[in-house]
């Protein structure tokens, strides 16, 4: 049950209103070539709308359109169990074991703390590395 991109996308919209694609890959921690050519596919779907943000400097930006909105609600929901089934199942692993899980998860935690779906707190204490990009370490304590 992982998030596409484009859910990923219409997410952090949902949650933080029009958004640039730089915006959105900085976010997100993906290209921003990706981010664009993703945004061009929700666009056709008619998911996502081109708006213009700022008072003197005008930005080109992404906003929800009312079916992308019900596009975000409902891949919200679907992050939010991602969530909670992390949640339940960090309490009784192992450390290879935690690590194992937590890779199943990397590319959505950025999202996940975003959004405050799960607590950057108790990633801390189980010596979660946030600032790698790559595959999960768990450090021993």
Same mark, same amino acid.
């Given at each position: 049950?992982?998030?596409?991109?484009?859910?990923? !996308?219409?997410?952090? !919209?949902?949650?933080?209103?029009?958004?640039? @694609?730089?915006?959105?890959?900085?976010?997100?921690?993906?290209?921003?070539?990706?981010? #664009?050519?993703?945004?061009?596919?929700?666009?056709?779907? /008619?998911?996502?709308?081109?708006?213009? #943000?700022?008072?003197?400097?005008? /930005?080109?930006?992404?906003?929800?359109?009312?079916?992308?909105?019900?596009?975000?609600?409902?891949?919200?929901?679907?992050?939010?169990?991602?969530?909670?089934?992390?949640?339940?199942?960090?309490?009784?692993?192992? @450390?290879?074991?935690?690590?194992?899980?937590?890779?199943?998860?990397?590319?959505?935690? @950025?999202?996940?703390?975003?959004?405050?779906?799960? @607590?950057?707190?108790?990633?801390?204490?189980?010596?979660?590395?946030?600032?790698?990009?790559?595959?999960?370490?768990?450090?021993?304590?």
């Amino acid at each position: 049950m992982e998030l596409s991109l484009g859910e990923e !996308i219409l997410i952090l !919209i949902r949650e933080r209103g029009p958004l640039t @694609p730089e915006e959105i890959a900085g976010y997100l921690r993906r290209d921003v070539g990706e981010v #664009r050519e993703e945004l061009g596919y929700l666009e056709l779907d /008619k998911l996502v709308t081109r708006v213009r #943000r700022g008072l003197i400097f005008k /930005k080109e930006a992404y906003d929800l359109t009312p079916t992308g909105l019900e596009e975000a609600e409902r891949a919200y929901e679907k992050l939010r169990a991602r969530a909670n089934e992390l949640m339940q199942r960090l309490a009784s692993l192992n @450390p290879d074991e935690l690590e194992e899980l937590l890779n199943q998860y990397v590319s959505i935690i @950025p999202l996940m703390l975003l959004l405050n779906l799960i @607590p950057l707190e108790l990633l801390m204490l189980i010596g979660l590395d946030l600032l790698m990009l790559g595959p999960v370490v768990v450090h021993d304590h």
